[in-house]
């Protein structure tokens, strides 16, 4: 529903209120933003501002009273609904901000800044794989929004990934060089790394200097592969192949991660991409097979079995395993 036009006699005040806002003078901003909406009760960033300026007095009752006026005179505001979240989060009353967000989302699934405190309130409440989504779609909508990346990166921090924490405390501090609670986060993180994820920051300093590079993409692929945190592998191994199109090896370990996801036609997919470019590969005849047998093409699935068992080593661990699948194939 569009807004009535906002009178000049609204506005000269709202502006004189924004001045005062911006040089902290509180009480006469509180008073500007009064008159504002005394002439034109409609006045929703009215409301807004005067409920931030509440909050930052400690006045949170009057913040959230300003909020839920904005959305009387607003219903189909995504700010209003931010705006009260906002509020709520600031009195602690987290699973109220966490609705007026979800019903801010709903009205504007565009607006980044709802999914950016959606994920602070999951944050504040320890639900971190909750945080991390809402983080993820807010920087997917800004992405320059410095601030959702390092706070992203104290959610994967929260749930233990320390490799995805320094990567999102990197972003931030390319966005926002000198952001220092992203320097202290990543220097916090960096000193909990292990030794084999200390290899992503290795890496990362080798594609700064050659870009081009795909070996320390795919190596790092093969690290999250051997996780199994298999989103952030293939990730990577996409990387890899822009810098290295012709990288065959790559398709290999994609079409493994998606077996292991279930994902069977993608795993096809990759694996006959990779027996184009290495007819000869017992594993890859291996892998194929289990995708083709899943997806219910049981002849076509006997045969890459028995490439598999007539080419693979004889000290292969898995050629029993083969055989038998072979066997149960022929019998149906």
Wanted: hydrophobic share 40%.
């Amino acid at each position: 529903m569009a807004q009535p036009a906002i009178p000049e006699a609204a506005l000269k005040p709202f502006q004189a209120g924004m001045t005062h806002f911006e040089r902290k003078q509180y009480k006469a901003a509180i008073d500007a933003f009064t008159k504002a909406i005394a002439v034109h009760p409609a006045f929703v960033e009215a409301y807004r501002q005067r409920s931030q300026v509440h909050s930052r007095l400690g006045n949170l009752k009057l913040a959230i009273a300003d909020c839920s006026q904005a959305i009387e005179a607003a219903p189909d505001s995504a700010h209003a609904y931010n705006c009260r979240g906002n509020a709520y989060a600031r009195a602690q009353r987290y699973r109220a901000a966490i609705a007026d967000y979800r019903k801010a989302i709903r009205l504007a699934p565009d607006y980044p800044w709802p999914y950016n405190n959606l994920g602070l309130a999951h944050l504040t409440l320890q639900q971190y794989d909750e945080a991390i989504v809402a983080l993820e779609k807010a920087v997917e909508r800004h992405p320059l929004l410095a601030t959702a990346f390092n706070t992203l990166g104290v959610a994967h921090q929260s749930n233990g990934h320390l490799i995805e924490a320094v990567y999102n405390y990197n972003r931030a501090l390319s966005l926002r060089p000198g952001y220092t609670k992203a320097l202290s986060n990543r220097d916090n993180a960096y000193k909990k790394l292990g030794k084999a994820e200390r290899a992503y920051l290795d890496y990362n300093a080798t594609l700064e200097d050659n870009p081009d590079l795909a070996s320390p993409y795919f190596h790092l692929g093969n690290m999250y592969l051997q996780a199994e945190r298999y989103a952030l592998a293939l990730a990577e191994y996409d990387r890899a192949l822009a810098a290295t199109p012709g990288h065959g090896q790559i398709y290999l370990q994609k079409g493994i991660i998606y077996n292991a996801l279930g994902q069977y036609r993608q795993a096809i997919q990759a694996l006959t991409t990779f027996l184009k470019r290495v007819p000869e590969s017992p594993e890859g005849h291996l892998r194929l097979a289990v995708a083709i047998e899943a997806t219910g093409s049981q002849e076509q699935a006997q045969k890459a079995y028995e490439y598999f068992v007539h080419h693979t080593d004889k000290n292969d661990s898995r050629l029993d395993w083969a055989e038998q699948k072979i066997a149960a194939l022929r019998k149906q």
